[in-house]
């Protein structure tokens, strides 16, 4: 399928009346971003000149203790990859998407902003076809400032309460550009932590459009096979360790099924991928994707396996879709000369900040 055709396919799957807007190739800027940068200038607010990346690793609280639920489908053992079968499915009537967010953070005495981008690629035959989404957020404690502010944030953890604004974003934010009858494929974990309940509603709702939502894990310490599968435990560090010892460049484990004891919507079925003779990564879907596509999931993950071949990077192998979209996220934070804008509006750095920030 060429790329004119996904156009008229995802016009199709948007048009849902004639009042609907395709919102691909574009980048859209939360209403707020504006207000919110005016009322810290009025303020008299000085922020840092030079932001820093944030990478949250949501994987630190991945696994609770309640989650001893973990079994194998089918037997242990290498099976085989086949990219030539996965090459297939970017010619098939699904469209593929990839999604990747950027995050920068400006700590300073008064309170921390944050300036997101979140960015979703249409993965075309020749190209890729953005759209990008961003927004800014100031959070503080100060009543000094919050009396003055609409759009200024409270909070006493912004780490946390971050976080949860960015998951709501990214669910919104994919939930309404994704087409019907697609492929999307999502860095980052399934459940992590604070935002669990947010990704597993998100897969919901992109299940409702028939949807198929691949979550993709390049770097995890979890030993959850290899603490809970008979046989394995105490011989290897971390899963990783047990499947870069036990798969040959291009094979895959059998998937796994994990099933909080707790909260049975905590389900998913993974499992771990090797393209390179490297670290492996973990493929991850949700209990209800995989029993809906169950059918397709070993074409499925002979694409995963042919978008890192298509990447081609032996020392960080990655979905090439998704490192696009990485791209895609990180740049597009500059077309504001985001550090011109702070620097006219005030506050004082933190001694890191003015340290290691520029």
Known sequence: MNNNSKFKLLNRHYKRNKNDVVNINKIIIHPNFNETLKELSDLKIKLPKIGSHENWDFQVMLFPNSGNLVNSIGDIKPLKLNAENGHKWIKSEYPILAYDESIQNFLALEGIAYLFSHALVLHGEEDYIPSIYISFYFFTRAKSI???????????????????????????????????????????????????????????????KNVIPIFIVKNSASNLVTQYIEGLKDLYNSDMHWCYNVLKTGERTSFFSYIDKYSKEKGKIFCYLKSFNGSPQRIELHVETFNKYHSYMNDLMDLVYYLMLAQGDFKNPQVRSIAIAEKFARESLKLFNFQLLMRKIGLKPTINESRFGG
Request: hydrophobic share 35%; net charge negative; charged share 25%.
């Open 146 to 208: 919050l009396d003055k502010s609409k759009y200024i944030l409270e909070s006493d953890n912004p780490s946390v309460d971050s976080k949860a604004i960015y998951a709501s974003e990214r669910k919104n934010f994919i939930c309404n550009t994704v087409p019907e009858n697609s492929i999307i494929l999502i860095d980052g974990p399934l459940i992590g932590g604070q935002i669990s309940s947010i990704t597993i509603d998100m897969n919901r709702r992109l299940l409702e």
